[in-house]
């Protein structure tokens, strides 16, 4: 299983671009990268999945460099509302086992 | 279609006793999962299914039971509960081709 590295924390502004960097060293060549979102009191919620270079969807833009040691989440101008915890996690086919991590806890602010 | 549900929201234990909590999807997905957290924590792996019939240990297995006789439930059983076993317990299922996972929205357990 592919450890993961991310920032315990982070503040930003209604409004603004927020991008959440999570570090994967050890990433198998089969290993997709996905990330969550969990509000207080709830499950987490899936985001966005990707294998490389740049996925984009209705809710975010996830950022995989060639070497894909690494993937950055992108949250286009933030609200309120996007004040959760993002998990990335890193996992390929066939994996019984997940290990989340302590996830980047977001706190938009007005 | 209701996703994960899970039963029940909340509960309150003494120290000794014993409980099932119960998982139920209707998405047909092979895969679920028992989650585990505590305040500030992330999320822990406590047993998982990969179909009807099997089970198999996460990473904080000790103290938990399950089992899997239906592919749409998964029970989580505590058999002799202890105060470090308050926690918020989750539960997830997926698809075996697809690395998405689907959550339920959480048993809140609290152990005196």
């Known amino acids: 299983l592919a450890k993961t590295t991310q920032p315990i924390s982070m503040d930003s502004y209604e409004g603004q671009e927020v991008n959440i960097t999570c570090s994967h060293n050890n990433i198998a060549t089969n290993d997709y990268i996905t990330w969550y979102q969990q509000f207080p009191s709830q499950g987490p919620r899936f985001i966005i999945q990707g294998y490389k270079t740049k996925v984009t969807n209705e809710v975010a833009s996830l950022f995989i460099p060639a070497d894909r040691k690494s993937s950055t989440l992108s949250l286009p101008r933030v609200s309120l509302s996007d004040t959760a915890v993002y998990y990335c996690?890193?996992?390929?086919?066939?994996?019984?086992?997940?290990?989340f991590g302590t996830g980047t806890r977001l706190k938009v602010l007005a | 279609n209701a996703g994960v549900t899970q039963t029940p929201k909340f509960r309150v234990l003494k120290t000794g006793q014993s409980m099932t909590l119960l998982c139920a999807q209707d998405m047909n997905h092979e895969y679920m999962y028992w989650y585990r957290q505590d305040p500030g924590m992330g999320l822990r792996l406590i047993h998982y299914?990969?179909?009807?019939?099997?089970?198999a240990k996460g990473e904080v297995p000790d103290g938990y039971n399950v089992s899997r006789l239906k592919k749409q439930n998964f029970l989580l059983g505590l058999e002799s509960a202890a105060p470090s076993q308050t926690s918020v317990y989750f539960c997830a299922s997926r698809k075996t081709s697809v690395e998405t996972q689907y959550f339920g929205p959480g048993t809140r357990l609290l152990v005196l």
């Open positions: 299914s990969v179909g009807e019939g099997t089970t």
């Open positions: 996690l890193v996992a390929g086919p066939g994996t019984y086992k997940y290990i």
